[in-house]
């Protein structure tokens, strides 16, 4: 914000997302529903002139559609074609990223999204920013600030904390923020900026499949809508805000962009925003199933508080205030749960999140509501066991003064 568990019984719609830059003659418009009889996904394309295949990863379309000769008409149209022989479970599950890939025997493919389900996120190919990073250091001995109950007090000393993601579906779009990875043969596409002048222009590697931050399908979000997007081949990361597509993939739009190298602590240029008003990157400060299921955090988590100060704290670059109160928390500013909360009593994956609130703590990304931690939406979270962090409450945190972990200001490596 910038003031100044699927079934075949889910909503299947139609996606029509052809990748673009595509020769015209090969599968596009594709589709996917499920047959209400019986359950069976069933997808379709146009323009198909050999074996259909079908893939839950961009590039891996490696098996062909049950009886693909069968589904293909003369004219090249193929509809009604299930994924799989009768008893395999592919033929009535849908894939857990809610995107099924077509290619037509070679280089041509496209996408369709299947709506309403509950996304299963990509595994990262890459590590995620260098281990010296300050979003990658433990901040647990570092000293308290001498405003940190102001700080406290400001965002909500009686609010509770609350974790920005889940596994259910919130007003039918997924619970969190999303990302995705491509792999090198996604096309790159024309992108606009509002923030022009803080953005690094395009074209950005955003296919047609993105999920939108707040959207039911892709690119179509609510809120802030951001894209997340790890190109796998250069493990480059790129983000932006206020995302819109258009032409059916072939260009979008959004508020600003930023692009990142995962293997470089260079920040942004100072004064500038990204896709968060602080200037930082989104990935790094997400809560992951896969990370907690593995039994570790090991980086700080993004946060966001209601009112913030026209200030910023290394690393951060960017401020989204006019308000000059020296109580209001500055963005970049770190916290942490505070080392004696006792964390016993809670599940032993919400055991994971708050160690990494004491040994990592939370980094203000941008202007939201009170103590609202980041994480990615994934079908795989218990909702109810997440609500049980809301035990926490601001007076649970402390701000940190990580300044001696400062080498350069430009960067973000630490000692």
């Keep these: 914000m910038r003031p100044l568990a699927p079934t075949a019984g889910l909503l299947i719609l139609l996606a029509g997302l052809a990748l673009p830059l595509r020769p015209a003659a090969a599968a596009d418009r ?86 309403g389900c509950r996304p299963v996120p990509p595994t990262l190919p890459c590590a995620i920013l260098p281990a010296n990073n300050v979003w990658n250091r433990d901040i647990s001995g570092l000293p308290v600030l001498s405003r940190s109950d102001d700080y406290v007090d400001s965002i909500g000393r009686d ?16 619970n969190g923020i999303p990302y995705t990875v491509v792999p090198s043969l996604q096309p790159l596409v024309p992108i606009s900026f509002v923030y022009a002048d803080e953005s690094e222009p395009g074209p950005y590697p955003l296919p047609p499949f993105a999920p939108v931050e707040g959207g039911a399908r892709p690119g179509v979000g609510k809120g802030d809508a951001h894209v997340l997007v790890v190109e796998d081949s250069t493990c480059r990361l790129y983000e932006v805000f206020a995302a819109k597509i258009l032409k059916q993939g072939a260009a979008w739009r959004a508020g600003s962009g930023a692009i990142f190298d995962l293997g470089s602590n260079a920040l942004r240029p100072d004064g500038w925003t990204s896709a968060d008003a602080a200037g930082l990157p989104i990935l790094p400060g997400l809560v992951r199933f896969d990370e907690v299921a593995a039994g570790e955090i090991k980086h700080a988590i993004r946060f966001t508080a209601p009112v913030t100060q026209r200030a910023y704290l290394w690393p951060a670059r960017h401020y989204a205030s006019s308000l000059t109160d020296p109580a209001l928390p500055p963005m970049g500013l770190r916290m942490r749960l505070q080392p004696g909360f006792d964390v016993s009593s809670f599940s032993p994956r919400n055991q994971v999140i708050l160690t990494a609130l004491k040994r990592y703590g939370i980094i203000l990304a941008d202007n939201g509501s009170s103590w609202f931690l980041s994480g990615v939406p994934d079908a795989r979270w218990d909702d109810d066991e997440l609500h049980a962090l809301s035990a926490l409450h601001g007076s649970d945190f402390e701000a940190v003064d990580e300044s001696s972990l400062m080498v350069d200001p430009d960067s973000g490596a630490t000692p």
């Design 30 to 115: 594709c589709s996917v529903k499920v047959d209400s009889r019986d359950g069976t996904v069933l997808v379709g394309a146009s323009h198909v002139s050999g074996t259909l295949r079908w893939g839950t990863t961009l590039g891996q379309e490696l098996t062909a559609v049950d009886a693909a000769t069968t589904c293909t008409t003369p004219a090249g149209h193929a509809t009604r074609c299930a994924l799989a022989g009768i008893g395999n479970p592919a033929r009535t599950t849908v894939p857990g990223g809610c995107t099924i890939f077509l290619a037509d025997d070679g280089p041509s493919r496209c996408a369709a999204y299947v709506t």
């Design 159 to 174: 609010a509770a904390l609350h974790p920005d993601f889940g596994g259910a579906l919130y007003r039918g779009a997924p």
